[in-house]
């Protein structure tokens, strides 16, 4: 059995399809359905159904992810274990919107120059989301807002960094933020999300109370909004904030509690973690 053939199974099942599948690979989608289809010949089983352009994977498909992941990552250690640093290999990191637009960027321009042979496989999504796919052993680590939970003790969390609240209006808005908040239409960060709970937390501890226009999960949208004079909104401050809408204010509330801890989740057991280490001390050096 080809282990190419089996990432190719693996890429189809995390993209959805087989032209996404394709992509991630540089193959044709013909390409990616002849290796399907040798595999459904040698194991003897329908591996996908196939329902317009996406590609559902059978039972007997997800009865076999597991141990073909780890087949797949143990090839992928043997040439890991031939580097004396560890800085060789595919490495699948789930983020956060905000890290794509401020830590991912920066990590990756670095990797260019000190590591060439690695190659981060990038996910993005919720923090929710990602952890869920962490622990289906999806994705190598995430860049995700601090768990509200313990995590496991085979999980090791790494803190990058914190990420103060700030409230945000559009330069038309002269009043305080309290006021702000109770006269101008409120965008507010979705609640129930792991880092929303801290612009609710702040609400609550000042005694502000708000009839939210809208609940959203995505801070570059709420960003965009507020720079087009929507409305204003409490939400973490990151690195990019200012690139994704620049024409609003930034006020900091001056609170040290009101701070969200962005972290980095791995296995404890993982044969990349050499290469996490590596990439945890890129995004710390100054």
């Given at each position: 059995m080809d282990v190419r053939f089996l990432k190719s199974l693996l890429a189809v099942i995390d993209k959805g399809s087989i032209a996404d599948a394709a992509r991630h690979e540089n193959l044709t989608s013909s390409a990616v359905s002849q290796r399907i289809q040798a595999?459904?010949?040698e194991l003897g089983v329908t591996l996908f159904s196939r329902i317009g352009n996406t590609a559902k994977p059978t039972e007997s498909c997800m009865r076999l992810v597991p141990r073909a992941r780890k087949i797949v990552q143990e090839i992928q250690a043997l040439k890991t274990d031939l580097d004396p640093v560890g800085l060789t290999g595919e490495l699948r990191i789930g983020a956060i919107s905000t890290a794509l637009t401020g830590l991912i960027p920066q990590l990756m321009k670095k990797l260019m120059t000190q590591?060439?042979?690695v190659k981060l496989s990038i996910v993005?999504?919720?923090?929710?989301?990602?952890?869920?796919?962490?622990i289906a052993e999806e994705l190598?680590?995430?860049?995700v807002v601090d768990p509200p939970f313990?995590?496991?003790?085979?999980?090791?969390?790494?803190?990058?960094?914190?990420?103060?609240?700030?409230?945000?209006?559009?330069?038309?808005v002269s009043l305080p933020i309290a006021e702000a908040i109770q006269s101008k239409p409120y965008i507010q960060y979705d609640p129930h999300s792991w880092g929303g709970r801290l612009a609710t937390e702040y609400l609550h501890d000042?005694?502000?109370?708000?009839?939210?226009?809208?609940?959203?999960?995505?801070l570059e949208?709420?960003?965009?909004?507020?720079?087009?004079?929507?409305?204003?909104?409490?939400?973490?401050?990151?690195?990019?904030?200012?690139?994704i809408a620049n024409d609003i204010v930034i006020s900091n509330v001056d609170v040290k509690k009101?701070?969200?801890?962005?972290?980095?989740?791995?296995?404890?057991?993982?044969?990349?973690?050499?290469?996490?280490?590596?990439?945890?001390?890129?995004i710390n050096e100054e």
């Open positions: 595999l459904e010949r590591a060439p042979d993005p999504g919720t923090s929710a989301s990602l952890y869920e796919r962490l190598d680590a995430i860049v313990d995590t496991p003790k085979m999980m090791k969390k790494i803190t990058l960094y914190v990420e103060p609240l700030v409230f945000i209006k559009s330069k038309s000042q005694q502000i109370t708000v009839d939210p226009l809208c609940d959203l999960d995505g949208a709420i960003a965009i909004l507020v720079s087009e004079g929507v409305g204003v909104s409490l939400i973490p401050y990151w690195q990019g904030l200012e690139k009101y701070q969200r801890e962005i972290t980095l989740l791995h296995p404890v057991q993982t044969i990349n973690s050499r290469l996490i280490s590596f990439l945890v001390g890129l």
